[in-house]
């Protein structure tokens, strides 16, 4: 079975603090690739970040960083010095090699910057 | 400008209607999905294809239809059947099998049933 969770459904926080956004993935496959969207009011889904299983290494893009630990199948968002335009609902996805083109999104998180 | 392309953005229904949202790529993707979200809630699978001529149920198929007839269109039929239709619809595509690759999303539509 495969199953995205993201515990947090609502974070609040205000302008500049750091905020971490928690998923967490189950799957059997060896081979998958994780993913952040950001969905604005406009509700369209921007694409972040992808992660396959064989990449380790954690990310950083401008205020943005990700830290994938196989070990705990986690794959963790952080926003640095959040803004208020960081505001929306992000979710964290899953594709595993064995189910095709299947995508697993979590429930969300919803992230409010109060300035 | 590549990408998705979804219509109407808004759409009101009658109960015991059928409706079909549209959602059309121009990204030469293989694999195609619709979601249904509702308020205040994550995306639930309706229907994915893979290719063309192809299709498979995701986990709340029930009271939709879907066909594939061409590799941009993956048209989604909400039938009367759909108890509770009144929801936000996003389409996506991908690359398609084994690729891994992020699926690109279109603008949605907001489908009432009045």
């Known amino acids: 079975a495969q199953k995205v969770t993201q515990a947090q459904t609502e974070i609040s926080v205000v302008e500049k603090e750091d905020v971490t956004l928690d998923c967490v993935y189950e799957?059997?496959?060896?081979?998958?690739?994780l993913f952040w969207y950001k969905q604005p009011p406009s509700g369209e889904l921007v694409f972040l970040i992808r992660?396959?299983?064989?990449?380790?290494q954690n990310e950083i893009s401008g205020r943005y960083s990700w830290n994938f630990q196989k070990s705990t199948s986690s794959f963790n968002f952080t926003i640095t010095a959040s803004q208020v335009v960081d505001s929306a609902v992000y979710f964290c996805a899953l594709i595993s090699y064995s189910s095709a083109s299947k995508i697993i999104f979590g429930s969300g998180t919803r992230l409010s910057i109060r300035p | 400008d590549g990408g998705i392309t979804q219509s109407p953005k808004y759409l009101f229904r009658k109960e015991g209607q059928n409706v079909t949202l549209s959602c059309e790529q121009n990204?030469?993707?293989?694999?195609m999905y619709w979601y249904r979200q509702d308020p205040g809630q994550g995306l639930r699978l309706i229907y994915y294809s893979q290719i063309v001529n192809d299709f498979q149920k995701g986990d709340i198929a029930e009271g939709y239809s879907v066909s594939r007839e061409k590799k941009e269109s993956f048209p989604l039929t909400v039938t009367s059947a759909q108890k509770n239709p009144t929801a936000f619809y996003l389409c996506?595509?991908?690359?398609?099998?084994?690729?891994?690759?992020?699926?690109?999303f279109g603008q949605g539509t907001r489908l009432t049933v009045v």
């Open positions: 990204l030469n993707h293989d694999a």
């Open positions: 799957t059997r496959d060896t081979t998958y690739y």
């Open positions: 996506a595509s991908s690359i398609g099998r084994g690729a891994g690759t992020e699926a690109f």
């Open positions: 992660r396959n299983s064989f990449d380790e």
